[in-house]
């Protein structure tokens, strides 16, 4: 619900929303330029009778005078020859120079107020505050499920650039721009009549007035007990049956101009005491330091705009387009997909078509909508990969606690199918666990749980085979894989280590082919590499097969090539596809950003441990680490003489100091070691540094990863810290395989 409520205000609202925030950002500079131009105030404080006889004394046809939030006073005039306003030097009653407004800032403050279109214009607006409101309230309760709860929500910000610029900017500007929101539709309200006078009841007109010779002003007692701060407006009779109108901060009244005496006064009640606070916080007019904060966060909506766009069309695209799909309430099928890179969205679409050609009204979904109950379902399917080490997918991140609200045990059977990958251990893991949670509950099931190896279309079908059993009558599932988007790299060099370990292992780099390079690309003098990050995944696809592999980056696009380590695996498809290459050969692939593997912002140390080829993108970290960022590197090989990775370049980082210090364990020598030995013994250091704030990057293989981290584990526990409260913290990352 809060996703949809965050989306559809703003994506009907956004262009609305930047216009009124860019007039906005413009307008909150007008206070303090007001306040910075206005005449010093006098060192004794005047009251409005002195302050109208100075001026009168300097101005003949004195007719008006006003005071503003910023404290300048403006003094109307009219005779018989000239006409005009003037801004007043309080101390002195002299014109410092005549009143003018910026015709800028009237276009602005007309754009911001109604777009130019009067009543129209004044209720898109209004909308358009509404719209914001909603955009806080739901980004604040979508950045809290984000982080892991409202006591994370200030946490190490993950996901590609644009997520974590629309979470960073977001958690700063949020506050100001709810205030803008909230008093820009109260101010809205106001003004078409919408709160009990609002604007405040105007005092009744006496029905009597002196008549006799007019005082001088600054005889005046009514205007005496008015000290000049509380003025706001002072109108000046014109003629002696007429009154002064004068209007403070506290009320509005008539005084008689022959006696001095206020006739009738009308105080401002709670409704337009309440309206003038709320103007003031959100104009910023008599607290222009205010006034900046809110136009630093107008500022900052203009790129949430932008960002939050780019992440909803992102998201779009990553989802397959289902034709015929019904709104759950209505759906007597039910389909909850779990994926990362898309893949098992395209089974859940071959799925959706199959069931709706066969007559049912499907209702397709991530596992993060699940909702509290179907009202006219008969049936549920779960599709869902596995992500990392057991894992839940991005799209499924949320299920195991919606679950847990889901009302009752349904009447409907359900049918569950993981997707994974036989070569890892934990093989389909997160669907097995969606399994077990179901059962707990006593869901129904459909048929026994199944697991699909390496998104095996003929394993998919023979399920859907079953599935029409189920049903009562055929179903036949003819999946065709979507073949990546891919585009074509040369490889340039590579270099072998290894063999004498039985352990060959690679490390290839490449470029974009010898083809005409672009305008962009002659300016920057870089190849046409497709950008990504040291640690984003590149997929791979060996010729004639339409499954990626995926292998971690060891570069960043910023370094003008393409680097990947790969040790070759007995029967390995891929890997035995990549070690025969040659220079000059050329691959498939495509960039899949992996944004949970990144180090931290901020100079807290980085403690990377990795072994084999999982020191690929640990290497990139270091690369990139020009401003000599603490980073300590733990690297765990089989023998120094043949698979030292990156020896070379290791020494060279350590006299760059991009590369603080370096711990290495080889395991077919004589002093034998791994990796989580050496963590072992340097427990004591590495719990300093953990205390201070360091960050703990893994990568590598599972049974290293595990024996890191009971390691850490132990090294931590004389503190009391744990690996499961760093992982909370974004503190230690594993990137594993």
């Not at 950045?143 to 190490?156: I, N, Q």
């Not at 974009?512 to 791979?540: N, S, Y």
């Amino acid at each position: 619900m809060f996703r949809q409520l965050h989306k559809i205000p703003g994506l009907f609202a956004a262009l609305l929303i930047v216009v009124v925030a860019a007039s906005g950002v413009v307008l909150s500079l007008v206070p303090a330029l007001d306040t910075l131009s206005a005449p010093p105030a006098p060192a004794a404080q005047m009251n409005v009778a002195e302050l109208a006889a100075s001026v009168q004394r300097h101005l003949p046809g004195l007719a008006n005078l006003s005071r503003q939030p910023s404290g300048k006073i403006i003094a109307a005039y009219s005779t018989d020859t000239a006409q005009g306003q003037d801004v007043i030097d309080p101390r002195t009653g002299a014109v410092v120079g005549p009143y003018t407004t910026s015709a800028f800032v009237r276009w602005m403050t007309s754009l911001h107020r109604s777009l130019f279109l009067r009543t129209e214009g004044r209720i898109a607006v209004g909308l358009s505050a509404l719209a914001m409101v909603l955009l806080c309230v739901s980004g604040a309760v979508l950045l809290a499920r984000r982080m892991g709860g409202w006591r994370k929500v200030f946490g190490p910000a993950r996901g590609s650039l644009s997520h974590r610029l629309h979470i960073e900017l977001g958690r700063f500007a949020i506050m100001g721009l709810m205030l803008s929101g909230v008093t820009g539709l109260w101010m809205s309200m106001a003004n078409f009549n919408l709160l009990p006078n609002a604007m405040g009841a105007m005092p009744q007109f006496p029905a009597s007035v002196n008549g006799g010779k007019p005082a001088p002003i600054g005889t005046l007692q009514a205007l005496q007990a008015i000290p000049v701060s509380d003025l706001r407006n002072l109108t000046f009779p014109t003629d002696p049956s007429d009154v002064f109108t004068v209007t403070t901060a506290g009320g509005m009244g008539y005084i008689d101009q022959a006696t001095g005496k206020m006739l009738s006064y009308q105080a401002n009640g709670v409704w337009k005491k309440i309206y003038e606070w709320i103007y003031m916080l959100h104009t910023g007019e008599g607290f222009w330091s205010l006034g900046l904060i809110l136009g630093l966060a107008s500022l900052c909506s203009l790129v949430l705009s932008w960002t939050g766009t780019i992440l909803w069309w992102r998201r779009r695209q990553s989802l397959p387009k289902m034709k015929h799909n019904h709104i759950a309430h209505t759906a007597d099928t039910i389909i909850l997909v779990g994926s990362d890179g898309g893949a098992t969205w395209g089974f859940a679409r071959t799925l959706h078509d199959a069931l709706t050609a066969s007559g049912y009204k499907c209702h397709t979904a991530s596992m993060n909508q699940l909702a509290r109950h179907y009202a006219h379902a008969q049936r549920m399917f779960i599709l869902t990969s596995t992500h990392g080490d057991g894992a839940a997918p991005e799209s499924a991140r949320n299920f195991m606690a919606r679950l847990e609200k889901f009302h009752g045990t349904p009447k409907f059977p359900v049918a569950l199918l993981g997707f994974g990958d036989r070569q890892f251990p934990k093989f389909s893991q997160f669907g097995h666990d969606v399994a077990a949670a179901v059962d707990a509950r006593k869901w129904y099931a459909m048929l026994p749980y199944h697991a699909i190896d390496r998104q095996s279309v003929q394993d998919f079908a023979r399920w859907g085979r079953a599935v029409g059993e189920a049903l009562g009558h055929a179903l036949e599932l003819t999946h065709q894989p979507v073949r990546p988007r891919t585009r074509r790299l040369e490889l340039v060099e590579r270099i072998d280590y290894g063999h004498e370990v039985q352990a060959p292992t690679t490390v290839f780099r490449f470029l974009a082919p010898d083809v005409p390079p672009t305008f962009w690309e002659r300016v920057t003098g870089r190849a046409a590499l497709p950008r990504f990050e040291a640690g984003d995944l590149v997929g791979i696809l060996p010729p004639g097969s339409d499954l990626p592999r995926f292998y971690s980056l060891a570069t960043s696009s910023r370094d003008g090539f393409l680097e990947i380590c790969v040790r070759k695996h007995p029967g390995g498809e891929c890997s035995g596809y990549l070690h025969s290459l040659e220079p000059g050969e050329t691959v498939e692939c495509f960039i899949k950003q992996n944004p949970d593997f990144r180090p931290v912002k901020g100079r807290a140390p980085i403690i990377l441990i990795g072994a084999g080829t999982g020191i690929g993108p640990l290497a990139g970290f270091i690369r990139a680490n020009a401003r000599g960022r603490a980073m300590h590197l733990y690297f765990g090989g089989r023998d120094p003489k043949s698979d030292f990775l990156y020896a070379e370049e290791i020494e060279s980082w350590l006299t760059e100091r991009r590369l603080t210090s370096l711990t290495t364990a080889f395991s077919r020598i004589s002093d034998r070691a791994y990796v989580q030995d050496r963590i072992v013994e340097d427990a004591h250091r590495l719990r300093t540094m953990i205390e201070r704030g360091a960050q703990i990057m893994v990568c590598g293989g599972r049974d290293m990863a595990e024996g890191v981290m009971q390691a850490v584990e132990e090294a931590l526990a004389p503190v009391g810290l744990s690996v499961v409260k760093l992982k909370a913290e974004g503190r230690y990352l594993e990137d594993v395989y």
